[in-house]
């Protein structure tokens, strides 16, 4: 009887211990990634000269579609973009690729200093347990006519292609309110 109880005790612990652990799961679904230049999708950029005239920008793009699934049995919430935050992490190679054609690490928000360039994202609101949202990242290579504003030109063909094939030599983080909550190998 001791035994018996004792081993009911230990499955229901593990169960237990199970069910919390799925609380939070997710997983990565597909991957897209490609070079666009779209002012829907990105936005654009818009200087003004000295005689007050405006001037649109439309920059070309490392843009990032993500389809992440919640497999846990909680919704998951992305109000302000304070609880769910998405951010790839680039392996070595991809920053090597991105400073030699750009002439900065693309995925560091704190490079982008007077560059004229950005980065985005879209989130969705929340994760519903058992279903999928997709998430966007992008980072601005360039534009078509460099200004003193926006002295990044977009890079020759051949070599935003180079950037597309190392695009997925990173890791993508998923964290829930500061709290890791996956990671995935961005090649599998």
């Given at each position: 009887?001791?035994?018996?109880?004792?081993?009911?005790?230990?499955?229901?612990?593990?169960?237990?211990?199970?069910?919390?652990?799925?609380?939070?799961?997710?997983e990565?679904?597909?991957?897209?990634?490609?070079?666009?230049?779209?002012?829907?999708?990105?936005?654009?950029?818009?200087?003004?000269?000295?005689?007050?005239?405006?001037?649109?920008?439309?920059?070309?793009?490392?843009?990032?579609?993500?389809?992440?699934?919640?497999?846990?049995?909680?919704?998951?919430?992305?109000?302000?973009?304070?609880?769910?935050?998405i951010?790839?992490?680039?392996?070595?190679?991809l920053?090597?690729?991105?400073?030699?054609?750009?002439?900065?690490?693309?995925?560091?928000?704190?490079?982008?200093?007077?560059?004229?360039?950005?980065?985005?994202?879209?989130?969705?609101?929340?994760?519903?347990?058992?279903?999928?949202?997709?998430?966007?990242?992008?980072?601005?290579?360039?534009?078509?006519?460099?200004?003193?504003?926006?002295?990044?030109?977009?890079?020759?063909?051949?070599?935003?292609?180079?950037?597309?094939?190392?695009?997925?030599?990173?890791?993508?983080?998923?964290?829930?309110?500061?709290?890791?909550?996956?990671?995935?190998?961005?090649?599998?």
């Amino acid at each position: 009887m001791k035994r018996s109880l004792f081993s009911f005790g230990l499955i229901l612990i593990f169960s237990f211990l199970t069910a919390c652990s799925s609380d939070t799961a997710v997983e990565l679904t597909d991957i897209t990634t490609k070079i666009i230049k779209n002012k829907e999708i990105t936005g654009s950029i818009t200087i003004t000269n000295d005689e007050e005239q405006t001037q649109e920008l439309v920059p070309t793009t490392l843009f990032y579609e993500l389809t992440i699934k919640n497999i846990g049995n909680t919704r998951l919430t992305n109000l302000d973009n304070e609880n769910l935050n998405i951010k790839i992490q680039p392996h070595d190679s991809l920053i090597a690729t991105s400073k030699e054609i750009i002439g900065f690490n693309i995925f560091d928000p704190s490079e982008y200093g007077d560059t004229g360039l950005g980065y985005g994202h879209t989130f969705a609101r929340s994760i519903e347990p058992g279903q999928e949202e997709i998430f966007t990242l992008h980072y601005d290579l360039g534009v078509d006519e460099a200004t003193a504003e926006v002295p990044f030109k977009v890079p020759s063909t051949e070599k935003m292609e180079t950037l597309t094939e190392k695009a997925l030599d990173a890791t993508l983080i998923i964290s829930l309110q500061d709290e890791e909550i996956a990671r995935f190998d961005m090649k599998h």
